[in-house]
Structure formats: C-alpha cells, structure tokens
C-alpha cells in the first residue's frame, strides 16, 4: 500500500510540472544550463515550489523517503532550498509522530555586515542536517552547501533533490562527498507524463 502511494504521489508531483510550466524540453535547441552545458531539458522548481498543491507533494514525498533518517535540521543553499527545506519542516511537525524539523540556509556569500553569518536559521554546531535542493545536474550546490555546513559544525550525511537530471554525473559526485543522495523523481520520470 505504502509502495502504490508513493508511485501514486511520484506521478502526480510529474504531472505537477506539466501542468505549471516547469519542465519543458526541446531536443533541438535545448537550454544553457548554470554550468554552461545545453541540455534537452529545463528544469523550474522554482515555479512549481510557487504553487501549493505541488509543494504539498514534494513534502509528502520527501516525508515518505526521509521520515527514519536521524537529523535535526534541514537547509542549503540560497534559495532554492529555503521553500523546500520549510515545505518538508512544515508538513513533518504536521505528522504524528510530530518531527521538529528546524531549518537553515547557506548564503551565497557571508553577509558583509552584522554577524557576517555564512548560515542563517536555527541550525547549531554537532546538529545533524539534511542538505536539500531542487534540481541536480553537476551537484555543485549540494556540494557548496554540505561544505559550509560541515564547516560550522553540522554533521552532514544525507542530502534530497527534488529532480535528478542523470547528467554530468552529478549523482556521482555527491556521493563522493560521503553524502548519501534521494532524489524525488528524475528525467525519465518527467519524459513518461510528458510522452503519456
């Protein structure tokens, strides 16, 4: 039972990108990823996370594949993780056992005034964190965060996209990182609603 929901849930948060524009794919002229690279595919989470019905599903899906995992807080980096790390911390304090989830972010830069934080929110040096993402194509900011964090004090192990690209061996370089990756759906998860 608990299997058919998640490939129940899986479907419908694919089928979320669809229907809000996130995902689009053009074989011919393709899209100038972050890295440089084109690709097929482009990839907006930041659209779909705008749109409750589909953050509700990545928090649902999210919460089925982290819900046993031992951390305190969840965060990454500046700001695509900020809606996904409050979706996630929001609907496990809503579930029973309630899970006080706290969450965190990593700047870009360390501010250049004030405390001159790197990390901003209620992540403390020896918690255990969950770094999250939206997208992963190199894995460069998963990377970026898990460092940062670690090097305030954070024990990192696990780290959750809400899409794999499978290019430019992003997953590999994650785990090479001693991370262990989740990631909600992939490519070919988007390219099946989208053909169907």
Not at 13 to 18: C, G, P, Q, R, W
Not at 178 to 189: E, Q
């Amino acid at each position: 039972m608990i299997y058919w929901c998640a490939t129940m849930l899986k479907e419908d948060l694919a089928k979320a990108f669809l229907t809000t524009r996130s995902f689009k794919w053009d074989q011919t002229a393709g899209f100038k990823l972050a890295s440089g690279v084109m690709s097929p595919f482009y990839v907006d989470c930041r659209v779909l996370m705008a749109h409750p019905a589909p953050r509700n599903l990545v928090a649902q899906l999210a919460f089925q594949a982290i819900k046993d995992l031992p951390f305190d807080c969840i965060g990454g980096l500046e700001i695509g993780a900020i809606a996904i790390a409050t979706t996630i911390s929001d609907y496990g304090y809503r579930e029973r056992p309630r899970r006080e989830w706290r969450t965190f972010v990593v700047r870009k830069q360390p501010k250049d005034h004030g405390l001159g934080k790197l990390i901003e929110g209620a992540a403390k040096p020896g918690d255990r964190a969950l770094i999250v993402d939206d997208v992963l194509t190199t894995g460069g900011s998963i990377i970026k965060a898990a460092k940062a964090a670690r090097e305030a004090g954070l024990r990192v192990d696990h780290a959750l996209v809400i899409v794999d690209r499978n290019e430019q061996d992003g997953r590999a370089s994650v785990e090479e990182q001693a991370l262990t990756l989740t990631s909600l759906l992939t490519i070919k998860d988007l390219l099946a609603v989208s053909k169907s």
